[in-house]
Structure formats: C-alpha cells, structure tokens
C-alpha cells in the first residue's frame, strides 16, 4: 500500500513538472523543472528495484549534464544582461510530432510481452549489474551504440552554438 502511494507520488511529479515544462517560458525555471523530472524518474527507478539505473540518472543527468546547462544558462543571462525566454509559434507542428512519437510509443510497448526468460537471468549465478551489463553488450548494443553517438552529436552540436568564433563567411 505504501509502495503504490510513493509510486503514484512520483509518478505525479515527474507528470506534472513535464506538463510545466510545455507551458514555461523561461529557460532556467525549464531547467529546474528537468531536474525534478529526472529526479522523480530516479525515484521511480529505485521503487523498480534498479538502484545503478537511479544513481546513474542522478549523478550523469541530474548532477552532470543538467548544472552545466544551468552555468551555461546564468553565465549568458549575464552577459546579455536579460533572462533567457523561449518563444515559438510552432504549436501545431509540436503537438503533431508530440503526438506521433507518443502513438510511436504506445505501439511500441503494446507489442513488447515484457516476460523475462528464467535461463537467460539465473538469479544465482548473476547480480543486477552483471545481468545489465550483458544485456548492454549483447542484446542491446545498436541502441547503446546509436545513444553514444547522440551524445557526442550534441557535444560537438554544444561547442559549435557555445564558440565564440566567427565563421568567415561573415
């Protein structure tokens, strides 16, 4: 009964900072809520008895990647001197690719069984770290992989938007 009540609670709350986030306009007040969303995500990772899952999504998310974008943040509204506000008119093109990925994913899932087979996890020969571990590696690579390089996309993507360089061409 318990459990059910704090999984609700933070299901609740990653739900509603989410939502929020559509509607704020400010930058830095979307980064706080980002990190609430991914602290409750860590939350509902610790109820699913995947505490590596949750400490890793604290300390590399939450803790990592998160406080640069909130430095990066306050060092440019301290430069232009004005806080940094999003504004778009591209409401119906978010929603129709909101919608799709959302309807991608409930496809997705009701096609999936969610059964894990007994011979493949042997509880006593493996702990959780190691059952992950040879998931990641073997049945789980391409999606491992395809992640890596979408993160260094978005590193490069960072230091090119972050260079104070000037292109020649201007």
């Given at each position: 009964m318990m459990a059910s009540f704090i999984f609700y609670f933070f299901e609740a709350v990653v739900a509603l900072s989410a939502i929020s986030l559509i509607f704020i306009r400010n930058v830095f007040y979307g980064a706080l809520l980002l990190i609430i969303c991914l602290l409750?995500?860590?939350?509902?990772?610790?109820?699913?008895?995947?505490?590596?899952i949750a400490v890793t999504q604290i300390l590399v998310y939450a803790g990592g990647?998160?406080?640069?974008?909130?430095?990066?943040?306050?060092l440019t509204t301290k430069?232009?001197?004005k806080p940094l506000v999003v504004e778009h008119?591209?409401?119906?093109?978010?929603?129709?690719?909101?919608f799709s990925?959302?309807?991608?994913l409930i496809y997705s899932l009701s096609k999936e069984s969610f059964v894990v087979e007994p011979s493949r996890m042997n509880q006593e020969n493996y702990n959780n770290l190691q059952v992950m571990g040879i998931g990641?590696?073997?049945?789980f690579v391409l999606p491992f992989e395809i992640a890596g390089v979408l993160l260094l996309v978005a590193l490069i993507g960072a230091s090119v938007v972050a260079s104070s360089v000037k292109s020649k061409s201007s």
């Amino acid at each position: 009964m318990m459990a059910s009540f704090i999984f609700y609670f933070f299901e609740a709350v990653v739900a509603l900072s989410a939502i929020s986030l559509i509607f704020i306009r400010n930058v830095f007040y979307g980064a706080l809520l980002l990190i609430i969303c991914l602290l409750g995500v860590a939350g509902i990772f610790v109820l699913a008895f995947a505490e590596f899952i949750a400490v890793t999504q604290i300390l590399v998310y939450a803790g990592g990647i998160l406080v640069v974008i909130l430095f990066g943040i306050m060092l440019t509204t301290k430069i232009s001197g004005k806080p940094l506000v999003v504004e778009h008119d591209n409401k119906f093109s978010g929603a129709l690719a909101g919608f799709s990925f959302f309807t991608l994913l409930i496809y997705s899932l009701s096609k999936e069984s969610f059964v894990v087979e007994p011979s493949r996890m042997n509880q006593e020969n493996y702990n959780n770290l190691q059952v992950m571990g040879i998931g990641l590696m073997s049945d789980f690579v391409l999606p491992f992989e395809i992640a890596g390089v979408l993160l260094l996309v978005a590193l490069i993507g960072a230091s090119v938007v972050a260079s104070s360089v000037k292109s020649k061409s201007s």
